[in-house]
């Protein structure tokens, strides 16, 4: 599944259809820049609007993950409920990846936090202690970064 592809295609059978992305997204409710970042392959569309996506545009959802028209005849080994299953699996899975990301950033900042008092005493030792601190504060505010986009995105889908 290659996101510029599936962006290029996106942005091809809008164009057919004389839609622009905010009349697209008007149709799907959704904001005129979630259509440009599917269109850039910044992202894929959400799988709760794959099937509304694929109508609007008159397209399979194979023909979507693909980003490009398939044969009609060509045998499909899963249908598009199959399809949808599997897209919104990916999504969870790199929802988890990230909120893994998240843990260990924050973990490995509270480290370092712990670590910069032991370094004390010359210039050297306290330029040290000084960078593990300033390194672990900002390690546990991307952490926190992290987290807090995953727990707004789970707020938003539920």
Do not use: H
């Amino acid at each position: 599944m290659n996101q510029i592809a599936t962006g290029t295609f996106i942005a091809r059978k809008r164009k057919e259809l004389n839609l622009t992305q905010a009349q697209l997204a008007e149709r799907l409710g959704i904001s005129n820049k979630s259509v440009s970042k599917w269109e850039r392959g910044q992202c894929m569309p959400d799988y709760a609007i794959v099937n509304e996506l694929c109508d609007v545009l008159g397209i399979t959802v194979s023909e979507l993950l693909d980003g490009e028209e398939n044969e009609r005849e060509n045998l499909r080994m899963y249908d598009n409920d199959q399809m949808i299953e599997m897209l919104a699996r990916i999504q969870r899975l790199e929802s988890q990846r990230i909120t893994i990301i998240a843990i260990a950033l924050i973990v490995t900042g509270i480290g370092l936090l712990t670590l910069s008092p032991l370094f004390s005493g010359s210039d050297l030792t306290d330029f040290t202690s000084g960078a593990l601190f300033g390194i672990g504060s900002g390690v546990i505010v991307i952490g926190v970064f992290l987290a807090t986009r995953i727990i707004f995105s789970y707020l938003i889908n539920s």
